[in-house]
T-cell receptor
Framework: DAKTTQPNSMESNEEEPVHLPCNHSTISGTDYIHWYRQLPSQGPEYVIH???SNVNNRMASLAIAEDRKSSTLILHRATLRDAAVYYCILSIGYSTLTFGKGTMLLVSP | NAGVTQTPKFQVLKTGQSMTLQCAQD?????MYWYRQDPGMGLRLIYYSASEGTTDKGEVPNGYNVSRLNKREFSLRLESAAPSQTSVYFC?????????????FGQGTRLTVV
């Protein structure tokens, strides 16, 4: 699986936007970009995924660079409940999901 | 609709004991997975079953066996538990249909081997 690089941690204030970066310079043309998050003491949960175009859903937006070597998960208004570890994962078709260490997001009131 | 259910939620074993972690999903997913997560680490894949009747090794399979009992259930067995297997274990399921679908995870089993 192609590798992703994320910052170990980031901090944000409540109700401010958060941009979580992910570098994946060795991404192949068929790799999808997935984001999952893991709240304290819970299993991971799906956030969003995309291939080339930017994607929006009720939880977040995913901005994908034109060369696809990086992407950014955008939380439009962070809440205390968004404090979690966020994982950026590349996945090809039927391949399994390989988790790195992710980015721990700290949200302050 | 319970999603992915894991039992037990907590377990303490003595070194050398055996046990089976149970996982069941009610979403009619074809693929199921077992991961382990050590403190401060991401999840590592132990075994997976891409479809009923098949199982494959993941990144860290040593010391574990799995059984895909039917489409709903995927169990993980520790034949002779070791302290190094102290971890949180997560089961996941996913519908692989050619596109890219989300995986659903259980709440985890916290296992301590003393």
């Amino acid at each position: 699986d192609a590798k992703t690089t994320q910052p170990n941690s980031m901090e944000s204030n409540e109700e401010e936007p958060v941009h979580l970066p992910c570098n994946h310079s060795t991404i192949s043309g068929t790799d999808y970009i997935h984001w999952y998050r893991q709240l304290p003491s819970q299993g991971p949960e799906y956030v969003i995924h995309g291939l080339t175009s930017n994607v929006n859903n009720r939880m977040a937006s995913l901005a994908i660079a034109e060369d696809r070597k990086s992407s950014t998960l955008i939380l439009h208004r962070a809440t205390l409940r968004d404090a979690a570890v966020y994982y950026c994962i590349l996945s090809i078709g039927y391949s399994t999901l390989t988790f790195g260490k992710g980015t721990m997001l700290l949200v302050s009131p | 609709n319970a999603g992915v259910t894991q039992t037990p939620k907590f377990q303490v074993l003595k070194t050398g004991q055996s046990m089976t972690l149970q996982c069941a999903q009610d979403m009619n997913h074809n693929s199921m997975y077992w991961y382990r997560q050590d403190p401060g680490m991401g999840l590592r894949l132990i075994y997976y079953s891409a479809s009923e009747g098949t199982t494959d090794k993941g990144e860290v399979p040593n010391g574990y066996n799995v059984s895909r009992l039917n489409k709903r259930e995927f169990s993980l067995r520790l034949e002779s538990a070791a302290p190094s297997q102290t971890s949180v274990y997560f089961c996941a399921s996913r519908l692989l249909i050619g596109g890219h679908t989300e995986a659903f995870f259980g709440q985890g089993t916290r296992l301590t081997v003393v």
